[in-house]
């Protein structure tokens, strides 16, 4: 069993306490903000509607608005939190759910069934930041992910047909590694320039 050493603990700390205050900054400053928008423009329209005014419809149509970006808003925020489609119908969906937001078709070969909670999301944490670095940096083509069973551990595998050069160091790496570890993990980076990048992931099942 791996031991966490007190310099990736502090990191874990760190990035958790950060992504909690970016959770709430950006309730703040986005769906909060435009969801008070909503409220004080329906009141608008609700007393415009009382004294016969012909502004009603315009004020719910910019509330309706304001609700839409709200709506938006907190659909992008949820990216970042585990997503009802993994919870409700493990792995498999999940992946599938991210392959659909990418603007690369993505092969996926994944042949496990439901697994412990915390393996589904590690799994998934996984995936999407390796999605996330093909969308973003890779300049690919296609890209794969598969997941499968072996000797009581999920190994996941994402590849891609990109220029590769992927630093393994990188802030997003470099806390999936740290995620892995809490849970006994591993990961496992393969981008030489111009061939494509490989990031496997070995999951205990326990």
Sequence with gaps: MSQSTP???????????????????DLHDGAQQRLLHTVLTLKLARRALEDNSRGAPA????????AEEATAELRELAHGILPSVLTREGLRAGVGALA?????????????????????????FVVAEA?????????????AVTA????????????????????????????????????????RVESPAEGGTLIAAAIPCH
């Design 148 to 187: 499968r069973v072996k000797d009581g551990t999920l190994l996941v595998r994402v590849r891609d047909d990109g220029i590769g050069g992927a630093q393994s160091d990188g802030s997003g790496l470099l806390g999936l590694g740290d995620r892995l570890a809490v849970v006994d993990g591993s990961l």
């Design 100 to 124: 659909s937001r990418m603007p690369v078709p993505v092969d996926i070969g994944i042949s496990v069934e439901r697994l412990p909670s915390a393996v589904e999301a590690t799994a998934y």
């Design 7 to 25: 310099y990736m603990t502090a990191r874990i700390v760190a990035a958790t306490d950060e992504e909690r205050r970016r959770v709430v900054r």
């Design 131 to 143: 999605l996330t670095n093909v969308a973003k940096h890779s300049h690919a083509n296609r890209a």
């Design 59 to 66: 004020l719910v149509a910019e509330a309706l608005r304001y």
